[in-house]
C-alpha cells in the first residue's frame, strides 16, 4: 500500500481569522454595501434572493437569469415561487445582451445579473435594457464585494442588489441586501444564529489561519483540534449551520448574522484586503500566462478578484492533484441546475469542465503565491493517472 504523503503547505480558499480581527475598529462602515442606509444582513445571500422575489412579487412571472450559475440561487428563485428561463453567457463570462433581449417577454419580472469573481458584467447595459422593459435589475455581487465598474461600487445600479461576506471577508457567516430603488420594503430584522454555530465556524477559521501560518505544526495542531472539535460537538449534539453548502434549506430561511460576523466585518481593513486580493491576482497572471491563456488579460483598476479564475483541460482532475499539494482550489460551479438545458449553453458546458478557482485571497504571502505557482505548474504537467 503507497504510504499518503503530506502535503508541504495548506492554502484555504477562502481568508481565514486571526485574534485581533475581532477588536479593530469599525472602519469597514465607511465602504459599500456596508455605508448604505438600506442594506439588511441575512446567514446566507441565497435567503436575501428569497427575500426580494417576496420583496418584489416576482413569484408571478420569470426571472431572466444567466446560464452561467452556482445553483443556489435558482434554488432560492424556485422555491419562493418564480420562474426561471436562461440566457447566454459567452466563454470570457460575456454576457450575451441580444439574447437577453430576445427572452423577454409579458412573462418576465426581473432581469438578474452576476458579476462574475469580482469582474463587472455590463451592468449598464443590462439597466438600459431594464428601464425600456420596465423591469427591476437584481445585481448578483456575492462574488464581487467591494468591486467597482469604472467610479461606481458595483451593487449601486441595480434596483436590489445581494452580497456574500464570508467569500471575502474571514466571517462565519453573512449575505446582504441593499435596496436602492425608490420604493420602501419592510424587511425584519432576523434573529442571529445559535452561539454554538458561530463559535463552530469561527473556531475552524481560526485553527485555519494556524494551519495557513504554522508551518507544519501548525497543520498537525489543526488536524488534532479537528479531530476534537468533532466528537464534542456530536457529543453536545450541536448541528453548525454551515456555510458553502450546494443547496438552499428554507429552515435557515430567516436567519440573520450573529453580533460577532458584523463585528468582525466592520474591523475590516478594507483598502488592505483590496491591494493584497489585487496584488496576489496580478503575480498569478504572470506567473501563469503562458500555461493557460487568462481569462482576463488585465486587472482593471477598481476590481477586487475573488479568485484567479484559470482553464484547464479537466478541471475536476487538475483541482484534486492541487488538494493533494495542500491547495484549496475549486471546480468553479462544475454543475447546471436541473432547470437549465445545458445543451443549449456549449461555452458554458466548456466553462463548466475547465474553469478551476485558484486562491488570490489577502491571507496569501508573497512567498505562499510563489509556492502557489510551483504547485499549479506541477499539477497542470502532471498526467491525469499520476
Same mark, same amino acid.
Given at each position: 500500500m503507497e504510504a499518503v504523503v503530506e502535503p508541504s503547505l495548506f492554502v484555504p480558499a477562502f481568508p481565514t481569522l486571526a485574534p485581533g480581527m475581532v477588536w479593530r475598529r469599525r472602519e469597514a462602515s465607511r465602504y459599500h454595501p456596508f455605508s448604505s442606509p438600506t442594506v439588511r444582513y441575512f446567514y446566507f445571500a441565497r435567503n436575501a434572493i428569497w427575500h426580494t422575489v417576496k420583496m418584489l412579487g416576482l413569484d408571478r412571472g420569470e426571472v431572466l437569469v444567466p446560464s452561467y450559475h452556482h445553483g443556489v440561487e435558482i434554488e432560492s428563485l424556485l422555491d419562493a415561487g418564480a420562474q426561471v428561463r436562461f440566457y447566454r453567457i459567452g466563454n470570457k463570462f460575456d454576457v450575451d445582451l441580444a439574447d437577453v433581449e430576445k427572452k423577454i417577454s409579458s412573462r418576465t419580472t426581473a432581469l438578474y445579473l452576476t458579476h462574475f469573481? =469580482?469582474?463587472? =458584467? %455590463?451592468?449598464?447595459?443590462m439597466k438600459r435594457l431594464a428601464e425600456k422593459h420596465a423591469l427591476p435589475l437584481i445585481e448578483d455581487c456575492a462574488l464581487s464585494l467591494f468591486s467597482m465598474d469604472g467610479d461606481r461600487p458595483l451593487g449601486v445600479t441595480g434596483e436590489v442588489a445581494i452580497f456574500c461576506l464570508y467569500k471575502v471577508l474571514p466571517v462565519p457567516n453573512g449575505g446582504a441586501l441593499v435596496i436602492n430603488g425608490p420604493g420602501r420594503f419592510g424587511l425584519p430584522e432576523l434573529p442571529p444564529p445559535p452561539f454554538s454555530s !458561530?463559535?463552530?465556524?469561527?473556531?475552524?477559521?481560526?485553527? +485555519? $489561519?494556524?494551519?495557513? @501560518?504554522?508551518?507544519? %505544526? =501548525? @497543520? +498537525?495542531? +489543526? /488536524?488534532?483540534?479537528?479531530?476534537?472539535?468533532? /466528537?464534542?460537538?456530536? &457529543?453536545?449534539?450541536?448541528?453548525?449551520?454551515? !456555510?458553502?453548502?450546494?443547496?438552499?434549506?428554507?429552515?435557515?430561511? $430567516? #436567519?440573520?448574522?450573529?453580533?460577532?460576523? @458584523?463585528?468582525? !466585518? #466592520?474591523?475590516?481593513?478594507? %483598502?488592505q484586503i483590496i491591494a493584497r486580493r489585487r496584488r496576489n491576482y496580478l503575480f498569478l497572471l504572470e506567473q501563469l500566462r503562458d500555461l493557460s491563456e487568462p481569462m482576463f488579460p488585465t486587472l482593471p483598476s477598481g476590481v477586487v478578484p475573488l479568485f484567479y479564475p484559470?482553464?484547464?483541460?479537466? $478541471? +475536476?482532475? !487538475?483541482?484534486?492533484?492541487?488538494?493533494? @499539494?495542500?491547495?484549496? &482550489?475549486?471546480?468553479?460551479?462544475?454543475?447546471?441546475?436541473p432547470a437549465c438545458p445545458g445543451d443549449e449553453f456549449p461555452e458554458v458546458a466548456r466553462l463548466r469542465t475547465s474553469m478551476v478557482e485558484i486562491p488570490c485571497h489577502q491571507d496569501l504571502t508573497p512567498r505562499t503565491m510563489a509556492k502557489i505557482v510551483t504547485c499549479v505548474r506541477e499539477a497542470c504537467q502532471e498526467s491525469p493517472d499520476g
Open positions: 469573481a =469580482g469582474f463587472p =458584467g %455590463p451592468v449598464r447595459e !458561530t463559535f463552530s465556524l469561527l473556531s475552524s477559521s481560526l485553527l +485555519r $489561519n494556524v494551519a495557513l @501560518r504554522g508551518g507544519r %505544526p =501548525g @497543520r +498537525r495542531l +489543526r /488536524k488534532v483540534a479537528l479531530g476534537l472539535g468533532k /466528537k464534542s460537538l456530536k &457529543a453536545a449534539h450541536i448541528a453548525p449551520v454551515l !456555510t458553502g453548502t450546494q443547496h438552499f434549506d428554507r429552515a435557515h430561511l $430567516n #436567519l440573520g448574522i450573529s453580533g460577532l460576523t @458584523r463585528q468582525i !466585518t #466592520l474591523g475590516q481593513d478594507i %483598502p484559470m482553464l484547464v483541460e479537466d $478541471n +475536476r482532475s !487538475t483541482v484534486e492533484r492541487l488538494v493533494a @499539494r495542500g491547495i484549496e &482550489a475549486v471546480d468553479f460551479w462544475r454543475d447546471f441546475h
